[in-house]
């Protein structure tokens, strides 16, 4: 079983996020890059099923800040092959994403294609998708579990309102992941030292990056707090009291 | 067999790695006296006597499937009540705790504490770039070392709990404005501190330990001072005991030590009286651990109008809160496990000794004690205070 696992990289929300003076797209200039939350989980479940069932798992992640430490942390998890993609992909839409990841997946011979179900980031829709259009091949999102028994992938798939589905996809195909069977793992720190000495990170180009198909911004911008909370100014006591007042007028008291 | 020896005897080099007194692990007398005075050692399938036991009767493997060892709050008691004098804490439950950790077995919640630190220098997952903005507000400014670019007498390491926490933040304010009174020359990293990793190091995750340790390393290198102080006592055992190992190796203080030894030009400044029965609680880092039991004792009674208390389990004997090694991000766990804090039994031993005020010096310890004082019953006049907040005070500043 041949597994690839695409990982984006998405500015991490720790920082204050800022809108660039074109006041159409965030400011990247000092974005922190994170693993993609359910990205994270499709590399755990990536790791489980070779662990399960045996096979080879390939990560593959855009050259980003951060994209080293990814790909060496996916190493010391079990990873077998590690890709950074080459190109400027800073603000790039999921629709060039996806056609610069199927470029090289291609080449790949893949079983099965791992990612996340969705991003903070996405603005045109998910990668996965995208990239099962890229590659026409099926795709299976919101999916919490996979196994595979005699070449047939049996996925647990998830739906609104609590409902869970079983089904069977035929290989190849893409699986957007909401989350592995287990949480993503802990790697200790001397584990990830050890796979940045004995592993290695192949580096590819993408061929170019094509944004067409997604849509044009026209204007982004910070949530802008409209006036319908009261700040009640005072001390502790002039506050209750004016508390108390309010919720006599409104009746509740 | 072969195996487990091979585990066995990487283990022992394991130890012997984390402390230079690892061999004393084969001196061990099987007497007890650690798990007995461990405060969860009544919990545990393995203390630490047991855990010898099984080491040496080749049973390593049975130890790994345990979790109980998370109970561990790295505080001491075991390793000072030795009489074979066995680094128990540093050595072998740290070791233990860095095996079940490679092996994956890590409660949740300390992963992302171990996650948080890695990535973004402090374990409650905090903006980096936000480590200074506790200063806001004081007068005169806090020196950021790499705005001014000039040398400092003291590089103040501020700590990930004294720069984040809300409430620990009033105590490093006061800290501060105590500095600035006496007139001391002193500067702080920012967004250039890391977290110390001492916790995490007795935690098990010493990798973790050695890269922050590191970065620090490179930001001390860059600036030009003559002494580091600290507000946290992990992070003043990390830069004295175990950074110089590292080739990081400067004269460090206690904010407590720093200020006793300023005492003739601090008292004339301690104007108003705080009239208030205190008892002062030892934290294990500063006084098991590194033998600084006095100055903080001299700065409370220092202060005009304090009386001074003891509890009933004071300097070598003190309690942990609770939030050592690994247990301020263990909580939720430790609670199933034990369904008692030791915060709150500190706590009832402060009520108990008729204190007022319990004085603090470790930055885990306001909020620990303020969340067990809410729950404990009698002790909700009880005032936490760290020792800056009542200098501060006495200080009127």
Redesign the interface.
Known sequence: MNIIVLAKLVPDL???LTIDPGGAALDLTFARW?INEFDDHAIEQGILLKERGGGTVTVLVPDLDGADDVLFTAAAKGADRLIKLGGDFNGVNNHALARAFAAVVKELQADLILTGVQAHDDLDGSAGPLLAECLQMPYVGYVSGVSINDGKSLLRKEYPGGLLAEMEVTTPAVLGIQAAEQ?P??V??????QAMKTSSIEEQDASSLDPCGGPTVGRMFQPEAAAHATMIAGSPDEVADKLVDLFKELGVL | MATIEVIERSFYAKVLEATPEGERLRLCLECGNCSGICPFGYLMLYPPSRMIAMLRADRFDQLLETDTVWMCVSCYACTAACPSKVPLTPGLMASIKEELLLAGNVPDELQAALQNSQRYGNPQGESPRKRADWTLGIQPEVKLLAKVKQPVDVLWFVGDYASYHPRVQLATKALARVLNALGVDFGILGPEEWSDGDSQRLAGERGLFEVLAEKNGKAFGKYQFNRIITTDPHAYNAIKNEYPALGISYPVQHYTEFLAERMDQLKPLLKQEVKVKATYHDPCYLGRANGIFEQPRALLQAIPGMELVEMTHNHMNSLCCGGGGGGMWLDGFQWEKAHVRLSEWRVREAISAGAEFLAVACPYETPRFEDAAKTVQGAGELKVRDIAELLAESMGV
């Open positions: 720790v920082e204050e994170i949480p793992r802990y200790a720190v001397s584990k990830v030292r």
